[in-house]
């Protein structure tokens, strides 16, 4: 039951650098998240799709890119990298059955950004 | 703007004891109401979630209530164990999207 899988657990980057953090689902899900949390702060909305080859904008997009090229990956790439981007980023899958509240969560990636 | 209030931050509760955290939200448009548990070092889990046609919703040890007027949602953990101890988010969702939006989360501490 591996659900949703994110690599890499860590990361440490430096400023300027460019990285992309893996997302895979094995669920058939056909929306997929991303969310970074930072203390005290809850999650914020990063990128969103609800099908292969559709993705929008969330709450806070600004430094990132993302792409869904199948159900199963949906990959979020950081271009950039500055301190600002220091968080824990959480990727998210859920069936979309009108509206259950119900999102399925990896276990994060934490990213430092020096 | 913060769109949905949670408070308070951090509770410390003993064993048996009642826990309650609470949200304010003020768009009318959304339609669900979820709460998130999450344990140090792991991502959050659905625990319980409610729609506003109905005021109170129970499973297990967990309830929510739910005020329309109020624009007020919130937790109760009857009976707290220390295996209760984790971040608790409450989350706002509009029907159909799962775009949810999260509260800044509560980190509840239940002493043995």
């Known amino acids: 039951n591996a659900g949703v899988t994110q690599t890499p657990k860590f990361r440490i980057l430096k400023i300027g650098q460019s990285m992309t953090l893996q997302c895979t689902q094995d669920?058939?899900?056909?929306?997929m998240y991303w969310y970074r949390q930072d203390p005290g702060m809850g999650l914020k909305l990063i990128y969103y799709?609800?099908?292969?080859?559709?993705?929008d904008k969330g709450e806070v997009p600004n430094g990132y890119n993302v792409s869904r090229s199948t159900t199963e990956d949906f990959p979020l790439r950081l271009e950039l990298a500055a301190p600002s981007q220091t968080s824990v980023y959480f990727c998210?899958?859920?069936?979309?059955?009108?509206?259950?509240?119900?999102?399925?969560f990896g276990e994060g990636s934490r990213l430092t950004v020096l | 703007q913060q769109q949905v209030k949670q408070s308070p931050q951090s509770l410390i509760v003993q064993k048996g004891g009642i826990s309650i955290i609470n949200c304010a939200y003020e768009?009318?448009?959304?339609?669900?109401f979820p709460w998130y548990q999450q344990f140090p070092g792991k991502g959050p889990a659905l625990l319980i979630a409610?729609?506003?046609?109905?005021s109170e919703k129970k499973e297990g040890r967990f309830t929510i209530s739910f005020n329309k007027s109020a624009k007020q949602f919130s937790l109760h953990i009857m009976d707290s164990q220390p295996g209760d101890s984790a971040t608790y988010f409450c989350?706002?969702?509009?029907?159909?999207?799962?775009?949810?939006?999260f509260g800044k989360g509560t980190k509840l501490t239940v002493n043995p």
């Open positions: 669920m058939n899900h056909n929306y």
């Open positions: 998210a899958s859920s069936p979309n059955r009108g509206g259950t509240g119900e999102l399925f």
């Open positions: 768009n009318t448009a959304f339609d669900y």
């Open positions: 409610i729609r506003p046609d109905v």
């Open positions: 799709s609800v099908g292969a080859g559709i993705t």
């Open positions: 989350a706002l969702g509009k029907g159909g999207s799962e775009k949810l939006v």
